[in-house]
């Protein structure tokens, strides 16, 4: 009588698609390099944000059949945009070991800047536009240079720059809205904030600009050096103080951006439109889930921009779905704990070179 085991010994491997027996060697191949690609994925920043902006895209989807009309995707593009633009200042800024809370003010400043310009100065549109431009460049030049020079925290010093941009703002307008100059708003207006996706590509160029100049480039290199360690930088032969200032210039420049395309987008100029605090906190709280450490010396400029479209999911997926706003600041607060908690922790296993 035969042996079941001999069957199973004598009994042919597995054939492939060409009808012979597939090595072990192939499945083990196939096995290492699917394991290789967990391991590169698992081992980037964004992994984890990209994960939760999917999970929540689809549960918002199964939740509600609106979340996926062209409509309300253009409601969160539009949303995501603005946080995702000013994220890649505040990345450079906390990786270099510094930050800025005065952007959000400085994008409701920019475009009184070009409404003054050109109804009171008489500049044409693109001067006028880029003088806007420039006032946010020149803030964060003042920022830089406070805190480089004279030794005075970021946090303080552009804590000081918020309620004074605030002031002029509120002084200047009397607080009340102003209408966009007519030569701009049916001119420029559509590529910059008017039309529909109009966000959604700025936000997708200066992302990608940025995340170059990150990775790629020698800025990005001695900003991580900076806020990695910043006396290490200095012996090695980094101008530390200029990658902190241009960092603050960056971030001044990106807000007074963010700011002119929102009022283009809602086709007024209102003294609140940067949203004050609003959009400095959320530019902040999308960099940090997208992995920045607010320590310095790490984090990742896709990250922030993920970071940015996980928070307007989150706010539009509430009110489609019929939730009070109010535990969105919970979600918020519970969101950005986990991410530092796993930033931290990640960081350890690094160190430990447990990770690859």
């Known amino acids: 009588m035969p042996d079941i085991g001999d069957d199973v010994r004598d009994s042919p491997a597995p054939a492939d698609v060409t ?8 499945r083990r191949g196939a096995t290492w390099i699917l394991l290789r690609v967990r391991d590169e994925f698992l081992r980037r920043r964004e992994a984890s944000v990209l994960v939760v902006a999917l999970a929540l ?4 989807a199964s939740a509600s059949e609106a979340f996926l009309t062209p409509d309300n995707m253009v409601n969160i593009t539009q949303a995501a945009a603005p946080s995702a633009i000013v994220a890649c200042g505040i990345v450079l800024l906390l990786v270099s070991g510094e930050i800025d809370l005065s952007v959000g003010v400085v994008a409701a400043l920019a475009p009184f800047m070009m409404h003054y310009a050109i109804d009171y100065w008489g500049l044409p549109g693109i001067p006028a536009i880029l003088l806007a431009l420039l006032t946010g460049t020149v803030i964060g030049l003042g920022n830089g240079l406070v805190t480089v020079l004279l030794k005075v925290p970021s946090f303080i010093t552009t804590l000081g720059t918020f309620y004074l941009v605030t002031g002029i703002v509120l002084t200047t307008s009397g607080a009340y809205p102003a209408e966009i100059p007519a030569s701009v708003d049916n001119q420029i207006g559509q590529w910059l904030g008017a039309a529909m996706w109009a966000h959604l590509g700025w936000a997708l160029v200066i992302v990608a600009f940025f995340h170059v100049l990150f990775t790629r480039t020698r800025w990005g290199l001695h900003t991580i050096a900076v806020g990695g360690n910043l006396l290490g930088a200095q012996e090695a032969g980094v101008r530390a103080g200029r990658i902190k200032i241009g960092n603050f210039m960056i971030a001044g420049t990106l807000g007074a951006f963010a700011g002119i395309i929102e009022a283009f987008r809602v086709h007024t100029i209102d003294p609140n439109l940067g949203g004050g605090t609003g959009l400095m ?10 992995g920045t450490a607010l320590a310095g010396g790490s984090g990742t400029i896709i990250g922030g921009a993920l970071g940015a479209l996980v928070l307007a999911e989150l706010q539009d997926g509430f009110n489609l779905i019929g939730i009070s706003a109010n535990p969105y600041f919970l979600i918020l607060g519970g969101s950005i704990l986990l991410a530092m908690i796993a930033n931290v922790y990640l960081s350890r296993l690094r160190r430990a070179g447990k990770t690859t």
Do not use: D, Q
């Open 281 to 290: 906190f959320t530019a902040v709280s999308a960099a940090v889930i997208g």
């Open 19 to 26: 009808g012979r027996p597939a090595p072990n060697g192939a």
């Open 57 to 60: 895209g689809a549960y918002f």
